[in-house]
């Protein structure tokens, strides 16, 4: 079945930082990724849609300049949390379309920000 | 925008038991999709439901496709400790850009 990988598995990093999150589809190609953000036992929650090739499309409430996202090739996406604060702390997780609605997630990415 | 309402929020349940946890929604959709979630992973597909009615199985898990097209149910029988997780359900409308709609999830606690 479709994999999709996220490096790294978990970071931890100062406050002010920039941090970047790679999501990758390892057999199939993706021109749309998602990334979500989920907080401890909550549910995820959208971030924005990546594009290859073109701009992200963010959810409201979601600061585009805080949150970078690059779609450059059909099988990597990155997220870049600039400038991070102890409230960016999160779980991380990207996705790629399937079929019919179906997506496939990675398997996360725990940003700690001290 | 859409919302789904998933319950229950938590269930605990001793080994051996039958697990039923549903997701209402006030919008119709195309697809139901169920997902389970370990600790520290992603989310990992388990069901997806195309049809209005469908009911489709996945070894000791059945869920359904309502017939109103607003709501589904996951049943798992005979729980197992490996069950333990966030069980999601999810709504898709293909005009939704390719976005899911995914409730806050049921978290089950099973008691060997």
Known sequence: GA?????????????????????????????????YRQFPKQSLMLMATSNEGSKATYEQGVE???????????????????????????????????????????PGTRLTVL | GQQLNQSPQSMFIQE??????????????????????????????????????ELTSNGRLTAQFGITRKDSFLNISASIPSDVGIYFCAGFYNTNAGKSTFGDGTTLTVKP
């Open chain 1, 64 to 106: 585009k300049d805080k949150f970078l996202i690059n779609h450059a090739s059909l099988t990597l996406s990155t997220l870049t949390v600039t400038s991070a604060h102890p409230e960016d702390s999160s779980f991380y997780i990207c996705s790629a379309p399937g079929a019919q609605g179906t997506q496939y997630f990675g």
């Open chain 2, 16 to 53: 051996g038991e039958d697990v039923s946890m549903n997701c209402t929604s006030s919008s119709i959709f195309n697809t139901w999709l169920w997902y389970k979630q370990d600790p520290g992973e992603g989310p990992v597909l388990l069901i997806a439901l195309y049809k209005a009615g």
């Open chain 1, 3 to 35: 994999v999709v990988s996220q490096h790294p598995s978990w970071v931890i990093c100062k406050s002010g930082t920039s941090v970047k999150i790679e999501c990758r589809s390892l057999d199939f190609q993706a021109t749309t990724m998602f990334w």
